[in-house]
């Protein structure tokens, strides 16, 4: 049964709790059987997705025929959340299938293949291959151009992550599946596709040790390689055997996210179009493209969609901005350079203050936080600080614990969870001998993990040299939570007996330290002792990562000024945890980098830290560094305050029409 709107538009489900606009009700009843959503932030493309799939469901189609697919899993949050949030039944969301493109494409080749690929997500777990891959080329004698190699050398960390960055854009855009055809691997072919000889002869050397000489199934995957490995099938001519759980009977197929899909994605989109009757409807706006190294091209939201599917596409705008008012839609027209309306019934406060020093910036969020906290029926989980670096956090969770304020993270953990903390945490517990006061299981478990990842060391028990490193492991973590006790023994028989001198020489000094000294300066000199700068270095890839990690680490060093002993500070930092369990979400803030919040909205939105250099990152692309402040800046509702650096400020601040001075300034 239809009913009227005020806008006359006959649909089958009127939603609870929002009036659809008039963009909104058109998307909802089209009747076309392929459209594309163009939309600006704010204008509620989630929400209008959520009202489309609805309208199906209502109209006979069973949520089992439906197939939605995202970059990021938050996204698919969000989209569960707007379904439950208009009014489709929790019953109903559960049977619709909302999946990354990642988990939906490892799902169809763990059925090709039959059995399950170890994943590692991390860059320091594919490190090893890249290795193994850079010697292959070395060895190869039937290299014809030597000449034109240039090898790293070994432990070259900034050449390990060049190469995984590099190989992750070639895998999203499939330059050298699409382009070589015929074509030899020679320098010529590399420089066409815009690929350094060198690495493009490391990348096919990786891959096939990746797929053990393309083997059915692979010896591992890694971030989006699932998506990678399905499209490359789907681009053979021969028919891909095996696809029996390829959902042909979908009757609705639906991608949130659409701007940041790359051609891997691509390919698979295109096979489910050209092989399923199902109505589509995409979304997604191009100036939130976040994943532009993993080859995400707005692109695919053009043209590109009728030349390589069956499907003559409608597209449709949602323009106006319903989360904020005019004064933001300002800023967020400047910053994407296009026309920005905002039809919301209330306006957006616009706050910017200047800080000298870091230190200043966390000062600044917690007054911020403290204003937000006074204002009539504010609920603190509205109250959102959103970060462009984790190590940004530090200060200010440190200041935020200070005064009292309870905070949950996403997107990132807290400071007092990362592995370099954990790494201290563990050196602590051994010299106090107190892991019993770590009173959670899941970081007793990490605590260990990150005392053997940073020493380098290997579990050796006699008689069980057979068994992998993990089950050993496994079962030292279960002894230890049975058995508090046992952790020192564990420390001495296994960590310390298996290191190499050097760093053995460096734990012990580090122990004494934590054991015999005391006062203010007592972290600082643990840390010294073990030389910390150097094991970040020789244990993490990106620089990035180095960063935060030595950033994480100058945030323990000023908060354990303020303890006199090891056993005081340590205990600080497991009740500090303790207390972030134990917190209930509606009365704490949030805490999130920006990518993960894309989706998302808050009635109140700090952006601090916003200095050249930290934002934009010199190291990255501006326009995606663009895009995360637009993102950003476009998550408020009532307030959006931004801290910027009055020495370096970021050059977003004054592309979206603002002039530092010091203090505060509201518009």
């Not at 995409?282 to 043209?303: R, Y």
């Not at 296994?494 to 760093?503: E, F, N």
Request: hydrophobic share 40%.
């Amino acid at each position: 049964m239809t009913s009227r709107n005020a806008s006359s538009r006959e649909v089958a489900f009127e939603p609870k709790g929002i009036q659809a606009t008039e963009e909104q009700l058109v998307i909802q009843s089209a009747t076309d059987r392929a459209i594309i959503v163009e939309a600006n932030a704010g204008a509620a493309k989630t929400t209008t997705l959520a009202l489309r799939m609805a309208e199906s469901w209502r109209r006979g189609t069973s949520p089992d025929l439906f197939l939605a697919l995202t970059y990021t899993q938050p996204a698919c949050d969000a989209l569960k959340g707007a379904l439950a949030k208009i009014g489709v039944p929790s019953s109903v969301v559960g049977r619709f299938r909302i999946q990354t493109f990642e988990e939906f494409c490892e799902q169809i080749l763990y059925e090709i293949v039959g059995a399950r690929v170890p994943v590692y997500g991390l860059d320091e777990e594919l490190r090893p291959f890249v290795w193994q891959a850079v010697k292959r080329v070395e060895e190869n004698e039937s290299e014809r151009w030597r000449s034109e190699l240039i090898l790293p050398a070994l432990g070259d960390s900034g050449m390990v992550e060049e190469f995984l960055r590099l190989s992750t854009r070639l895998k999203g855009t499939m330059r050298d599946t699409l382009e070589r055809g015929d074509s030899s691997v020679s320098p010529d072919y590399a420089a066409a596709i815009g690929v350094e000889y060198t690495q493009l002869r490391i990348f096919l050397a990786y891959e096939r040790i990746r797929r053990r000489e393309n083997a059915d199934r692979p010896l591992f995957r890694g971030p989006l390689d699932a998506t990678y490995d399905l499209a490359c099938l789907l681009y053979k001519d021969e028919p891909v055997q095996g696809l029996q759980s390829w959902p042909f009977s979908t009757k609705v197929l639906v991608v949130d996210e659409m701007h940041d899909l790359n051609q891997a994605m691509f390919r698979v989109l295109q096979e489910l179009l050209n092989t399923t009757p199902s109505f589509f409807c995409g979304v997604g706006d191009v100036d939130q493209v976040l994943h532009e190294a993993t080859g995400a091209d707005a692109s695919f939201m053009g043209k590109v969609m009728e030349s390589y599917t069956r499907r003559t596409v409608r597209r449709y705008p949602l323009t106006h901005s319903y989360r904020f008012g005019r004064s933001l839609a300002i800023k967020a027209g400047r910053i994407a350079a296009k026309p920005y309306s905002s039809m919301a019934a209330h306006e957006t406060k616009l706050l910017l203050a200047g800080y000298g020093t870091p230190e200043e910036c966390a000062g600044l969020v917690v007054d911020t936080a403290k204003d937000w906290q006074g204002q009539p029926k504010a609920r603190m989980n509205e109250f959102a600080i959103l970060l462009r670096h984790s190590h940004q956090s530090v200060l200010i969770e440190n200041a935020l614990l200070e005064n009292g304020f309870s905070y949950t993270m996403k997107g990132l953990d807290s400071y007092l969870m990362r592995p370099e903390v954990l790494f201290v945490r563990g050196l602590l517990a051994v010299a106090t001998d107190n892991i019993a006061s770590v009173a959670d299981d899941q970081t007793r478990e990490k605590v260990m993990k990150a005392l053997c990842f940073f020493s380098g060391s290997k579990i050796d028990v006699k008689g069980r040299e057979h068994e992998s490193q993990e089950a050993l492991l496994s079962d030292a973590i279960r002894s230890v939570k049975e058995a508090p006790g046992f952790l020192t023994h564990f420390f001495e028989n296994q960590v310390l007996r298996t290191a190499g001198p050097g760093m053995n020489r460096r734990l012990k000094a580090a122990v004494k330290v934590a054991r015999e000294q005391a006062g203010p300066s007592l972290l600082a000199q643990l840390l010294a002792a073990l030389d910390i700068e150097s094991i970040v270095k020789e244990v993490y890839v990106s620089r990035q990562r180095r960063q935060d990690a030595l950033g994480n680490i100058e945030g323990l060093k000023r908060a354990a000024t303020k303890f006199d002993t090891a056993r005081d500070y340590f205990q600080s930092l497991n009740d500090a945890e303790q207390k972030q369990r134990q917190s209930k979400k509606t009365s704490s803030l949030v805490i999130a980098n920006i990518a993960s919040v894309k989706g998302l909205e808050f009635d109140h939105v700090v952006l601090p830290n916003l200095a050249q250099g930290e934002f934009p990152m010199p190291t990255a692309s501006n326009k995606e560094e663009q895009n995360l402040f637009y993102v950003g800046m476009t998550r408020a509702r009532r307030f959006l305050t931004l801290l910027a650096s009055t020495e370096k400020p970021s050059g977003f601040v004054h592309k979206a029409g603002y002039k530092l001075s010091a203090g505060a300034k509201s518009e």
